[in-house]
């Protein structure tokens, strides 16, 4: 499948300058993912190629240059990549693999992908089949590496025109990126609503902050989950940049992302509406198995600190005896990494008398961790603090997201706390009920920066 496509790629993925710089190893992250020795056979690139693309093919010539420079060699890995770019932009999920996944096979042995080992080629088959994901990007390329049913793409932040550059980390010039539904058991606690997607890349690579934006384009729109080895974590929600296929309407669709991206950018009005983003994204900065969750609650968990029973004193800040700390996960149990949560303290005496705290609201930073370094109460007595949310539409017009509401779910409660008498000083205390849009999210403590 050549066309707009090939010509694209091509053009964003030819003339790499110098090779992969260090890369970072990784293990796998699934059965389907055992893998094999990354032996040189350059005999074996230059065949497969020929079967591949023909014998008088630009790719034929680039494996030939490729055995000239050596194996591992800067040049031999920049030729690599560049015949890799070829496979992903010829397959869509319609052709016969066998020959093209052993290819990648072949090629990989013979460049530098940092010391990482080659998968089999039965991972690139599932790779270039109906489902999966496979292209290479190189530091000018733009737009999303997308699995050929519309499922899912990854690509930097910044919208249509974000380069790849931008986040791929000092010294690393092109990536293969690839990825495939696979099977995990238990992978959620919560709802599932896709499929469990693996993206990966060779060479292995920690994407420079804020990270790659992962999207899943046909689900529900809610939350990702993402698993790498024992740790799960729920990713906060960002506005999806997948292209809406009903737009794709008045013309025949577009097999490719190239095909909608060059229609994006092209002259014709009616593909305006390409813009029209559906689905969901997050944004990570390592890659690993991702699925989209519906989780039914925001919870507390307040595992960061505990709460001490003396030492506490009227109008003396939390944070010169303890400085309550509080982490939101979903109902399942999996940390939430949502930020602008809004969460605040109440105090019971033991009269069952609701008492006012002073400073007692903050806000979740991108950890999904709210603290509580200047709130203090306000009368002396034995207290229970509870703590309580408002869900995750806490403060969207703070965020500039349109954030999938999940309500509240159990406030949390403390042992029995003792303060002890102290002059009283002024303070602002947030009520349920209140307009979170007057009480400040990023002041006097109220959100700290993630740690």
């Not at 238990?186 to 890349?201: G, R």
């Not at 080895?229 to 292209?243: I, M, N, P, Q, W």
């Not at 949310?389 to 029995?416: D, E, H, M, W, Y």
Request: charged residues 10%; neutral net charge.
């Amino acid at each position: 499948m050549g066309g707009p496509r090939a010509g694209v790629l091509f053009l964003l993925a030819a003339l790499f300058t110098s090779a992969c710089g260090e890369r970072q190893n990784d293990s796998p992250t699934g059965p389907d993912f055992a893998r094999s020795g990354g032996s040189c056979v350059f005999s074996t690139v230059t065949s497969l190629t020929k079967t591949e693309f023909g014998a008088n093919s630009t790719e034929s010539a680039l494996a030939t240059s490729m055995k000239n420079a050596g194996a591992g060699t800067a040049q031999a890995t920049s030729f690599g990549f560049q015949i890799l770019a070829s496979i992903g932009n010829k397959y869509d999920g319609s052709q016969s693999t066998s020959n093209a996944s052993a290819l990648t096979v072949a090629l990989l042995g013979c460049m530098d992908i940092g010391g990482a080992n080659v998968p089999l080629a039965t991972v690139f088959d599932s790779a270039l089949g109906a489902h999966g994901a496979y292209g290479v990007v190189t530091r000018n390329a733009v737009g999303p590496v997308a699995s050929h049913d519309g499922a899912w793409q990854l690509e930097p932040p910044g919208g249509a025109t974000a380069q790849w550059g931008s986040i791929l980390p000092a010294g690393v010039d092109a990536i293969l990126a690839y990825g495939m539904p696979v099977s995990i058991a238990n992978f959620s606690k919560d709802t599932s609503l896709s499929n469990i997607f693996d993206w990966n890349t060779l060479a292995k690579v920690t994407f420079d902050p804020p990270g790659v934006l992962v999207s899943q384009c046909t689900a529900p729109s809610s939350y990702l989950q993402h698993n790498t080895g024992d740790t799960a974590e729920v990713l906060g929600f960002l506005t999806s940049t997948c292209f809406n296929p009903s737009a794709l309407l008045t013309e025949p669709a577009a097999k490719t992302w190239s095909d909608r991206l060059l229609r994006l950018l092209g002259p014709a009005p009616a593909y305006a509406a390409l813009s029209v983003t559906t689905g969901t994204t997050g944004s990570k900065r390592t890659l690993s198995p991702f699925q989209v969750i519906g989780p039914d609650s925001v919870e507390l968990k307040d595992t960061l600190f505990s709460w001490k029973k003396s030492g506490n004193t009227v109008s003396l800040a939390f944070q010169n005896v303890q400085t309550p700390t509080y982490q939101i996960k979903s109902q399942g149990g999996t940390r939430w990494l949502q930020d602008y949560v809004l969460i605040w303290l109440e105090a019971f005496g033991n009269n069952g008398v609701n008492v006012d705290m002073c400073n007692n609201w903050a806000y979740t930073n991108a950890d999904g961790i709210a603290w509580f370094p200047n709130g203090y109460f306000n009368k002396s007595g034995g207290y229970t603090v509870v703590a309580k949310t408002t869900g995750t539409s806490s403060k969207p017009t703070v965020t500039g997201q349109n954030i999938p509401a999940v309500p509240p779910g159990r406030s949390l409660l403390s042992p029995l706390i003792n303060v002890k008498n102290a002059t009283l000083r002024q303070c602002k205390t947030f009520h349920q009920g209140d307009d979170p849009a007057q009480f400040s999210a990023d002041t006097n403590g109220f959100r700290q920066a993630s740690q």
